[in-house]
């Protein structure tokens, strides 16, 4: 099992004095005597703007008067925070999960939330949770549209593999398939962070038909990995607009020597095109061919029951906005139980993305979802390190069923 490490550094934020106080004393009490507290979350931030802050945990009010706590977050974002966060909070509770969510979409750490007046035995149980921060594959900071077009001309972007286990039995099932840009300054750089950008859009859609096929030239060499292992590639607008794109998939996976049964295409349904019979000829044609269709981000966006209807998916991905956090969050559980019903029902295969802790594991496990895809089991990683990542994976999870 994955290990928690103590954090070095942590900085409060709250408004009120006395809250403020006691917080800094339980921590204190806690054995945490490398804190930080401010009453203003502009003061707060001055001090992560420094390149040796080193701050590991901020624990943050919501309600605070000229920055409340939703804006210092996204402040937090910004300047590439890449700690962890819990939030501490007056507030009803479900503005407080709903903080919560936004924190974790934006793609902070987030540990949890805690209602105020919080327990010493609480806010141990949060920092029980604290983990080193990745060395690679989180975005650093924020690159202009023009850096990731140079990024594009000269190679740099490169195919990241993040592995995907069932929960039944711990075996390797396959991999996603992820894009990442190797920076000159900050490392890998998963780019479906990206995407989640307006001012990357359109950008990356035309490298589905560069990588793939080196994508599965690699894929045929892991196949003793697992008996039915897959390989996952997200598709762009343009690859579901393009009457042909079948066609190429078949091509690819000749040359390749890999298995059409055992391809899985990531379908946004936001990439789907305004002439839904374009998309809908080019998916009914793959499934034909016996690939995989999978709902990606089911719940949110544009996912929907009317694509379940109209599209031949045979797989379902949950996604990691409703998985994490479903252990302590009844609400999302319920979604998440919801969700496993119908697949069940429609004879899909079930994925929970944002498995990012064993708490999620377990619950997820339990409610019999098929696979894991989260931080908890592995992070995007180049193809060279998955056998690595394989016997540490074993040995983890032989720890983990004990």
């Known amino acids: 099992m994955e290990q928690a490490t103590r954090p070095r550094k942590i900085l409060v934020v709250d408004d009120e004095p006395f809250v403020l106080k006691v917080l800094v004393r339980q921590l204190t009490a806690l054995g945490y005597d490398?804190?930080?507290?401010?009453?203003?979350?502009?003061?707060?931030?001055?001090?992560?703007e420094t390149q040796d802050h080193q701050v590991d945990v901020v624990f943050t009010d919501l309600q605070m008067p000229g920055m409340d706590g939703v804006e210092f977050l996204r402040?937090?974002?910004?300047?590439?925070?890449?700690?962890?966060?819990?939030?501490?909070?007056?507030?009803?509770?479900?503005?407080?999960?709903?903080?919560?969510?936004?924190?974790?979409?934006?793609?902070?750490?987030?540990?949890?939330?805690?209602a105020k007046p919080a327990t010493r035995e609480q806010l141990q149980q949060r920092l029980h949770c604290v983990k080193p921060p990745a060395p690679a594959g989180q975005l650093r900071g924020t690159y202009l549209p023009e850096e990731l077009h140079a990024a594009i001309a000269a190679g740099q972007i490169v195919t990241c593999f993040q592995p995907q286990v069932a929960f039944a039995t711990g075996e390797l099932m396959g991999v996603e398939a992820i894009s990442a840009w190797r920076h000159p300054r900050d490392g890998?750089?998963?780019?479906?962070?990206?995407?989640?950008?307006?001012?990357?859009?359109?950008?990356l859609n035309d490298l589905t038909r560069t990588m793939l096929p080196s994508i599965l030239d690699e894929a045929a060499r892991w196949q003793g990995l697992g008996d039915d292992f897959r390989v996952a590639v997200?598709?762009?607008m343009e690859d579901l607009a393009a009457l042909d794109f079948p066609d190429f998939i078949v091509d690819a996976a000749k040359q390749a020597g890999f298995p059409l049964s055992r391809i899985v295409l990531e379908i946004n349904t936001a990439h789907i095109?305004?002439?839904?019979?374009?998309?809908?000829?080019?998916?009914?044609?793959?499934?034909?061919?016996?690939?995989?269709?999978?709902l990606d981000d089911f719940g949110t966006g544009h996912a929907s029951l009317t694509h379940l209807r109209d599209v031949p998916f045979d797989e379902l991905k949950l996604h990691g906005g409703f998985v994490h956090g479903a252990s302590r969050d009844t609400s999302l559980g319920a979604i998440v139980k919801a969700s496993l019903l119908l697949a069940r029902q429609l004879n899909m295969r079930t994925i929970a993305q944002g498995i990012d802790d064993p708490d999620d594991w377990c619950v997820l496990r339990d409610l019999s979802c098929d696979v894991a895809q989260g931080g908890f089991v592995g992070?995007?990683?180049?193809?060279?390190?998955?056998?690595?990542?394989?016997d540490?994976?074993?040995?983890?999870y032989a720890a983990l069923t004990r």
């Open 234 to 236: 997200n598709l762009s």
């Open 273 to 294: 095109t305004r002439d839904g019979l374009i998309s809908l000829d080019v998916l009914t044609r793959l499934r034909l061919k016996r690939i995989s269709l999978l």
């Open 379 to 390: 992070v995007p990683m180049p193809g060279e390190a998955l056998a690595t990542w394989a």
């Open 188 to 203: 890998l750089v998963v780019t479906d962070r990206l995407q989640a950008g307006e001012q990357y859009s359109g950008i």
């Open 75 to 114: 402040q937090l974002v910004q300047r590439g925070y890449d700690g962890q966060v819990v939030l501490v909070s007056g507030e009803d509770t479900r503005v407080l999960k709903s903080a919560e969510k936004l924190a974790y979409s934006r793609g902070l750490h987030v540990l949890g939330s805690l």
């Open 34 to 48: 490398d804190i930080l507290s401010y009453e203003h979350a502009q003061d707060a931030l001055s001090v992560l």
């Open 392 to 396: 540490a994976w074993a040995a983890r």
